[in-house]
């Protein structure tokens, strides 16, 4: 099976159902199709062969739903390109991957000559939107139109669909291949866990290029769902897509949870259609989640753990166990428990199985897990050896096998020969009323070797010390735990493209 099945079902099943709103612009699932296979037309048309690498760097919309599809019915494979990276690392990307063509939208269309000298294989450019393609790239939708559609490529399910770059938050992105058995195997996960089907309209809310929110795209398509757009997220856009839409079911990770609920225009907005959010990416604080279940009292949460190289779902935690008090609460804190066909256990620095509620590294086995790193055969050898993807996450499971993600290894202070999580002070931080982000690291300690340093962004209007913050952890964590330092700011904190705190980022800040 590949990636096209879904699509080719979802015209079976609803040839004339709504299949994409974006703006003014709505298509069924025939006029989606039609349009897929005249863009992989227009690709084959300008020299772009099976195998090639097709990017794309653009804001959340109809036309790149279509570039989905479109780039393997020509055979080729997606490249999708993170919006806010500088031309630099896009160069170093695009020329990694060895793209041939690029699409790219009028939110980027002048980042093109950045972009194109230093390219090394790019050769065709096409641009999408309403404004006039500069000089040496082509319209795409003109394209579109004059092109004529063809025949859809042939898959197996090892073969690459996409190269996809990961975020790069903690080092250097890396291109994870992903073959289309991969994102049907998470496409079959998603809907044993989700009820998608036609009455559904899934708000793409997360950027596109970022697998948080593919997590959902091809299994809305494949029950024939709706796909609804906003080119990027903000809390106002979203409320009112989803009161206008009456959608039904979206993807955030926790930090845009945090922006919407503490939004002061939220009551102004009838959000009682929207069934579900699936959160993940990063870990969620209590205080985030009590507050979003208060504020959208008729929507669901359900927790999905995972990462680029498993396509990206391996545990989920249903709305069943999303509850405050009673005897399910102590599972709200997990990631769930492993996908339908995920396998997963925790290992030691030698990979043998700990035992339960022992830290150590998350590894994942199943066909979920990518086919490797592009070009990077030895790091795909030590991340994948004895056939389980090691995650670099820390974590436990418990008796009922809920798996507990505690944090990134690499993000684990020892301070004082302790061992402490970010994620376990930075839940304890956000439960501060004037806290509106933050974000825990290690820095180097002449005394304790590393000491725990806070970044805390506070709301509008709000204020609060470093003896404050201290002071308020001390009465939910061990005092080890607790920052001894605490840098306090207005502005909110770096985010990466797909919402996530950039540590990077605030490391280079604090020169550690």
Not at 78 to 99: F, H, M, Q, W
Request: with cysteine.
């Amino acid at each position: 099976m590949s990636v096209l099945q879904g699509l080719g079902r979802a015209c079976q099943i609803n040839a004339n159902g709504t299949a994409t709103l974006d703006g003014g612009r709505r298509r069924t699932w025939s006029e989606f199709r039609e349009r897929v296979a005249r863009f992989a037309g227009a690709l084959r048309a300008t020299g772009v062969r099976p195998g090639d690498r097709v990017a794309i760097l653009a804001l959340n919309g109809d036309a790149y739903l279509e570039y989905f599809y479109a780039v393997p019915w020509a055979g080729a494979l997606v490249v999708p390109l993170n919006i806010r990276l500088a031309p630099p690392e896009l160069t170093a990307i695009l020329n990694d991957a060895g793209a041939v063509a690029l699409v790219v939208d009028d939110a980027f269309a002048a980042m093109l000559p950045a972009l194109l000298p230093n390219l090394q294989s790019v050769t065709r450019v096409f641009v999408s939107g309403e404004g006039a393609a500069p000089a040496g790239a082509t319209s795409l939708g003109a394209a579109i139109d004059a092109a004529q559609p063809i025949e859809q490529a042939d898959f197996a399910g090892d073969d690459v669909y996409g190269i996809f770059y990961t975020g790069g938050t903690t080092a250097a992105s890396k291109g994870v291949m992903l073959t289309h058995g991969n994102v049907v195997a998470n496409q079959m996960n998603m809907l044993a866990e989700v009820p998608f089907g036609r009455p559904t309209v899934y708000l793409h809310a997360a950027p596109m290029f970022h697998l948080a929110d593919c997590a959902a795209t091809f299994s809305v398509t494949a029950s024939a769902g709706a796909h609804a757009f906003v080119p990027r997220f903000d809390p106002v856009p979203v409320m009112r897509e989803i009161q206008t839409r009456r959608v039904t079911h979206t993807i955030m990770v926790p930090s845009m949870i945090n922006m919407l609920v503490n939004a002061p225009t939220i009551g102004e907005y009838d959000l009682s259609t929207l069934q579900l959010i699936l959160y993940g990416g990063s870990p969620i604080s209590d205080a985030v989640l009590r507050r979003a279940m208060e504020a959208l009292p008729k929507t669901g949460f359900l927790q999905a753990y995972g990462m680029t190289e498993l396509a990206p779902v391996a545990t989920f935690l249903s709305t069943t166990f999303h509850v405050t008090d009673g005897p399910l609460a102590g599972k709200l804190r997990s990631g769930g428990r492993a996908a339908v066909t995920a396998e997963i256990r925790i290992v030691d620095d030698d990979d043998r199985e700990v035992p339960r509620g022992t830290v150590g590294q998350i590894a994942v086995r199943g066909p979920i897990v990518m086919k490797g790193y592009w070009n990077q055969p030895k790091l795909t050898a030590d991340t994948l050896r004895g056939g389980w993807m090691h995650t670099g996450d820390g974590g436990y499971m418990d008796d009922d096998g809920f798996v507990f993600v505690v944090d990134r290894i690499k993000d684990m202070m020892i301070t004082g020969g302790e061992n402490v999580y970010s994620a376990e002070v930075e839940n304890a931080i956000y439960q501060h009323p004037a806290v509106a982000m933050c974000a825990v690291i290690g820095v180097p300690d002449e005394r304790w070797g590393e000491r725990v340093h806070a970044v805390v962004s506070v709301k509008p209007g709000r204020a609060v010390t470093e003896a404050e913050l201290v002071a308020h952890c001390r009465t939910l964590i061990a005092a080890y735990k607790c920052p001894r330092t605490v840098s306090v700011r207005s502005d909110p904190l770096p985010l990466s493209g797909a919402g996530k705190v950039l540590k990077t980022v605030l490391r280079k800040e604090l020169a550690v």
